[in-house]
Structure formats: C-alpha cells, structure tokens
C-alpha cells in the first residue's frame, strides 16, 4: 500500500510540475511587448504566474524527485537501462524548469522586455520529453 501511495504522489506531482512549466512556457511565448514595458494587466498575471512558479511548480518538481527516486530504489531499478534515459530526460526537464523560471522573474523586471525567442520551442520540447518519458517507463525497452 505505501509504494502505491508513493507512487500516486509521484504522479500528481509530476502532473502539477509539468502542467505548471507547461502553462509557464506557453505564457512566455505569448507575449507581445508593447513600447516600454508591458502593461499592467499582463504585469499582475506575470506577477501571478512567478508566485505559482514559486509556490506549486518547484515544489512539485522537488517532490516529484523525491518520490521518484523513493521509487527507483523500493523497485530496484537504478541498473535499468529505461530508468538512466528517464533520468537523462528529467535532468532535461529540470534545467527547462529553470530556464522558464529565470525567464519569467527576468521579464517580471522592467530591464528586459521579452523572454529569449528560443523558449517558444519549450512547450514542443516539454510535451516530447513527458511522452518519451512516459513511454520509458510503460514499456521499459533496456
């Protein structure tokens, strides 16, 4: 019963940590300056996403780690083949969870106006990797 509790907080994190970067990323793409800085209504919803990203997102992600390698190791399976790409792919995950992070609080500051145009490829990157990762872990190919 313990590993399946586990194994269910896992999965909830991993879905908040995901569904956040995802609703991070796809904010970041959309956004269009305007002459100066942006203005106040996209201003309190940057502002709202950095408290998200702070509160829930890390979080998630931190436990989602947590829980992830409680499992490997209740499982045995850090000799797996599957579970080094998985880890290869989450490592992947976590630097795009600082890249938006750090683009987020960058453009919640009126010295930069717009996030690197290579984060508009994040929400195609997130949703590859999750699948990947997803498929590693359902079908353990090595």
Request: aromatic share 8%; proline share 4%.
């Amino acid at each position: 019963m313990t590993y399946l509790l586990i194994k269910a907080g896992h999965i909830v994190a991993v879905f908040v940590w995901t569904g956040g970067m995802l609703a991070m990323a796809a904010l970041l793409a959309a956004l269009r300056p305007v002459e100066g800085c942006f203005l106040l209504p996209e201003a309190r919803l940057l502002e709202a996403a950095r408290r998200w990203q702070r509160r829930a997102i890390t979080p998630a992600m931190l436990a989602a780690w947590g829980l992830g390698l409680t499992l490997a190791g209740s499982g045995h399976w850090f000799a797996a083949g599957w579970l080094h790409a998985k880890f290869a792919l989450v490592l992947g995950l976590s630097a795009l969870h600082g890249l938006l992070a750090a683009s987020l609080r960058r453009v919640t500051v009126k010295d930069v106006r717009k996030p690197s145009a290579a984060l508009r490829l994040a929400p195609a990157g997130l949703l590859g990797a999750v699948a990947a990762i997803i498929a590693l872990v359902v079908l353990k190919p090595f």
